[in-house]
């Protein structure tokens, strides 16, 4: 198979982990005959300093005729004053908006191996295997009006969270779908005893699922729901949620794997690429970790793995994406870490030489 990537290393550690998933990514290449060619582009603060804007033209039309984006982190100290006019996170969520992508995918299945990483004990982890299905192009993220202004001698600021039928509809048919797949169970996650926004989220929730009678859905409040994946995790199956709250519980379930570097995502939409599978944009969930950017000691895992969704979901090569899955598992089995894994006593591996790893299983299994 040929496809074209486009790679957007964005920020921080953003440029180390892409440059960690790519290696992983070209290896799985030479080991099954496939011609991946990549293409670089600016996304973030990374274009904010050379061009002024956080998402350039050149990479949105580059984006749009990728089979897939595969993405590092955006943002860091340099970008964070509160009254700039551009942000890098402009440049995340215009992507998005770009590519139109409704739907982002953050499974969660810890390792065994790892379950000491995790602040939760052993046996809350015991059946673990969660993916969250996050609406990604609506919510307070995108809601108008918004701004800050100055009434009555003091500042205020407005952020607006709307949310429109088809926007909630598309994204649980393909939360249940996934269900499917799994353990037909699905978690809608939502704030309606106080939200008119999450009231329209329940009630067209609950019409959806009359589409899928062999589905299991129930409605948890999201305030539950914080409690829920750290009391009774395994008890979860497919979880469908708002932008906002998708985007906060992800990182807490994160920590059920032991790491937030440990997730990765993938980002879906309604467009295809030219195999006639979405045109995805797959990245870890962790964000630019400036304090440790340029360190080399960044976990790829959640970078690689992310590749791997690409491999399954953008080009079809279900084979390949357990390649990459099951080398980064014996990889780990075999008790190699990095450092935010490593237990005390441990000497940890860096960003290259955890990749390496699982670079040689890889190559090895395959072979």
Request: negative net charge; aromatic residues 4%; contains cysteine.
């Amino acid at each position: 198979m040929k496809a074209h990537i486009v790679v957007l290393p964005g920020d921080g550690i953003g440029t180390e982990v892409v440059e960690a998933g790519l290696e992983v990514f070209q290896a799985v290449a030479a080991a099954f005959g496939h011609t991946f060619t990549t293409e670089e582009h600016l996304l973030g603060g990374c274009a904010i300093d050379v061009t002024g804007t956080a998402l350039p033209d050149e990479t949105r039309e580059a984006c749009l005729q990728a089979d897939a984006v595969f993405l590092g982190a955006v943002g860091g100290p340099k970008w964070d004053d509160p009254n700039a006019a551009v942000r890098p996170e402009q440049g995340l969520l215009g992507i998005r908006q770009a590519l139109e992508l409704y739907a982002n995918l953050r499974p969660a299945r810890p390792h065994p191996a790892l379950a000491s990483s995790s602040p939760l004990r052993p046996e809350r982890l015991k059946g673990v295997d969660l993916l969250v299905v996050r609406e990604l192009t609506g919510g307070i993220y995108f809601g108008e009006p918004r701004g800050r202004r100055c009434e009555n001698g003091e500042w205020l600021a407005l952020d607006t969270m709307i949310y429109k039928e088809h926007e909630i509809r598309r994204v649980t048919h393909l939360a249940f779908q996934m269900a499917r797949r799994r353990r037909s169970r699905v978690t809608s996650v939502d704030k309606a005893n106080v939200l008119e926004s999450s009231r329209l989220w329940r009630q067209t929730v609950s019409e959806v699922a009359g589409h899928y009678p062999d589905v299991t859905l129930e409605h948890v409040l999201v305030d539950a729901m914080a409690m829920y994946l750290l009391s009774r995790p395994a008890s979860f199956d497919v979880i469908v949620t708002t932008n906002l709250f998708g985007d906060i519980l992800t990182d807490e379930a994160s920590m059920l794997t032991g790491s937030l570097g440990n997730l990765p995502s993938a980002s879906l939409g309604e467009a295809r690429n030219s195999h006639g599978l979405p045109r995805g944009l797959y990245e870890p969930v962790h964000g630019s970790a400036p304090d440790i950017a340029g360190k080399g000691i960044a976990n790829p895992i959640g970078a690689i793995l992310s590749l791997a969704m690409l491999l399954r979901h953008s080009l079809g090569l279900e084979r390949e994406a357990n390649a990459v899955e099951a080398a980064v598992e014996r990889a780990l089995l075999a008790g190699h870490r990095t450092a935010d894994l490593a237990r005390n006593g441990e000497t940890p591996l860096t960003t290259a030489g955890m990749t390496e790893l699982v670079v040689e299983v890889l190559v090895a299994q395959v072979n």
